[in-house]
DNA sequence: CACTTCCTTGACCGGACGGTCAAGGGTGCC
DNA sequence: GGCACCCTTGACCGTCCGGTCAAGGAAGTG
């Protein structure tokens, strides 16, 4: 499993921490995990390879730490910009524009998540953190059906739609396609409300849909 | 690029060279593509390294063809799915249906998808793939538009949703809660058109929205 | 100054990997 | 049989990689 080293650092020890895990990340993501080695990212910092060996104790246990690192941050802008915002719904908007402007912002740090879905070894430590954010939104998925305003499905598979959509249409069409993603983030407001809130024929209740 | 070796095969070569790419492709699937060797892959056949070097000229090579090959399938199976569908909004359902299906007969080649899209030599031949399909799916979306069954919206984007939608079901759904592909086709289907269809409160026309 | 602790160096090691190739077996055709 | 062609073998090669470590510098403390 490899458990990070917790080494007392000090100010200097932190910051060159703070460079590899960065520098790293970026090489992995532009280059590929496996085809980076030790050696070039202790090269693109100037430094000799003992210097990564004093923070990592392994590649490995590096990039568990970019991976832990990233879903942290990723959660803590999310429940930041949902704040205490009372309405479920729009709670769910909020969350699909921060996490459209977050992956906007660190599309090398996505690149590194879709990766680590695709080796056993990663995957366990994604599907983790993966779940503590699933956790949230369900939350706010339970509480929009209990009001009326979305369909009454398992709120786990409405959580993944959304998931879905924004995650493709991020990696689409903000790092694809180049488009702006405040413009995406509507489209995919749009397309998830209308489809968390279900058809408009029986429509009794619910102050959006 | 890699181009691929077209050898005249008998048809003894042609069974050999489809066990080496169905027997990689699994093993890159479980195991990852840069920590599965090529020695490793020939031994799990029981023949020689030249076996391999026979049939494709690298290791990438033959990750190229796995690719290609799945996704010329994938899309041989949707179209033949919609076959001659008149109504756009059935065809997406069909679609959707049909992906779900064969992503659950086949997630270890989605896997491969995924691995391929965080590496730059692969995810050029990846798009080139995927450009097809969407292109497909996009002019069934224009013309439920032209129709009137759906929101006018940039249909690529919608495109997009519906297939973020699905494939990110499959994966979490499907592979890893273990929920009957069937069941979960249901949900993407129900959520993807009440997405595409738009907003209830103008509601003017259309035979489903 | 001495002494400790934190950090850095880079040569080095064992092993694994992708890929090559000279040699040979098998099959079918004349 | 003789010959051509398709396929297979596995030892071998050069390279590179993750990881180690003895040695030494810098910073802080007394």
Redesign the pocket.
């Known amino acids: 499993m490899v458990r990070p080293m917790d ?4 100010q ?2 932190r910051e ?1 921490r703070r460079q590899l895990v960065e520098y790293a990340a970026r090489r992995f993501a532009e280059n590929g995990y ?1 085809p ?5 990212i202790v090269a693109g910092l ?6 990564f ?2 923070y990592f ?4 246990e590096l990039f568990g730490e970019i991976l832990r690192e990233a879903q942290q941050e990723l959660r803590r802008c999310q429940q930041q910009a949902i704040a205490d915002e009372p309405d479920p719904l729009r709670r769910i908007e909020l969350g699909i524009r921060e996490s459209m402007r977050w992956l906007g912002d660190h599309r090398h740090l996505f690149t590194l998540f879709q990766f680590a879905a695709t080796e056993e070894r990663f995957s366990g430590m994604l599907r983790r953190g993966e779940e503590v954010a699933v956790g949230d939104a369900v939350r706010h998925i339970k509480e929009g059906i209990g009001a009326g305003q979305i369909r009454d499905t398992d709120p786990t598979v409405l959580t993944h739609a959304v998931l879905g959509v924004t995650n493709h249409l991020a990696r689409v069409m903000i790092f694809e396609h180049g488009a702006a993603p405040d413009e995406v983030a509507d489209a995919a407001v749009a397309f998830c409300l209308d489809g968390l809130c279900g058809p408009p024929e029986p429509a009794p209740a619910g102050h959006r849909c």
């Not at 980076?36 to 070039?40: F, I, K, L, N, Y």
Request: charged residues 30%.
């Open positions: 080494r007392r650092l000090t200097r020890g060159r496996h980076t080695s030790v050696a070039e100037g430094v000799g390879k003992g210097v060996y004093w104790s392994s590649k490995e």
